[in-house]
Antibody
Framework: QVQLVQSGAEVKKPGASVKVSCKAS????????ISWVRQAPGQGLEWMGW????????NYAQKLQGRVTMTTDTSTSTAYMELRSLRSDDTAVYYC?????????????WGQGTLVTVSS | EIVMTQSPATLSVSPGERATLSCRAS??????LAWYQQKPGQAPRLLIY???TRATGIPARFSGSGSGTEFTLTISSLQSEDFAVYYC???????????FGQGTKVEIK
């Protein structure tokens, strides 16, 4: 069965960076992309960007351009999301989701979420 | 950037009643529209894609309709497990860009 398993919760200070991982199993990793979505406490869902696991192409939300980098490691079927220059309003649960790009452009499987807390 | 607007923000419904949720896009997204359900402490779950196609395992009481800029999610007879927050999402195919609505909370009346 398809599973996306994310890394554990993180506490970071303002200005620091965080890197969240998302390990995929149960499907051919390079046949899909991964989108990252975050949700601040009590708020809605915000799409952060997408990466192709096939060739590493990315497309980031304009709001996060310059602060976010998404990568994949096909040898371990793992996607990564790094967010730099953290601020308090980056405190959120971060989700990865399987995203088929142009062919299956919606999120049919999700990771369990990773809470990132930014606090001095 | 395409803006998605959902209404109402909160919908109070009695079990067994019908719920109708709306989603409007700031410009046409054709049928590139999905709906998700999210319960507290859980990741969202895909309900509908292509505006009207139920995802695998989704009960028939969930239906989606619309195209262009106006979309509707209907829950024909609300069950206790359906009380949750519902999000619409547009997806253009290339380059991949996705936008969520702000959500509609369906609560027990």
């Amino acid at each position: 069965q398809v599973q996306l398993v994310q890394s554990g919760a993180e506490v970071k200070k303002p200005g620091a960076s965080v890197k969240v991982s998302c390990k995929a199993s149960g499907y051919t990793f390079t046949s899909y992309g991964i989108s990252w979505v975050r949700q601040a406490p009590g708020q809605g869902l915000e799409w952060m960007g997408w990466i192709s696991a096939y060739n590493g192409n990315t497309n980031y939300a304009q709001k996060l351009q310059g602060r976010v980098t998404m990568t994949t490691d096909t040898s371990t079927s793992t996607a990564y999301m790094e967010l730099r220059s953290l601020r308090s309003d980056d405190t959120a649960v971060y989700y990865c989701a399987r995203d088929g790009g142009a062919t299956i452009p919606y999120f049919d499987y999700w990771g369990q979420g990773t809470l990132v807390t930014v606090s001095s | 950037e395409i803006v998605m607007t959902q209404s109402p923000a909160t919908l109070s419904v009695s079990p067994g009643e019908r719920a109708t949720l709306s989603c409007r896009a700031s410009q046409s997204v054709s049928s590139n529209l999905a709906w998700y359900q999210q319960k507290p402490g859980q990741a969202p779950r895909l309900l509908i894609y292509g505006a009207s196609t139920r995802a695998t395992g989704i009960p028939a009481r969930f239906s989606g309709s619309g195209s262009g800029t106006e979309f509707t999610l209907t829950i024909s007879s609300l069950q206790s497990e359906d009380f949750a927050v519902y999000y619409c999402q547009q997806y253009n195919n290339w380059p991949p860009e996705r936008t969520f609505g702000q959500g509609t909370k369906v609560e027990i009346k």
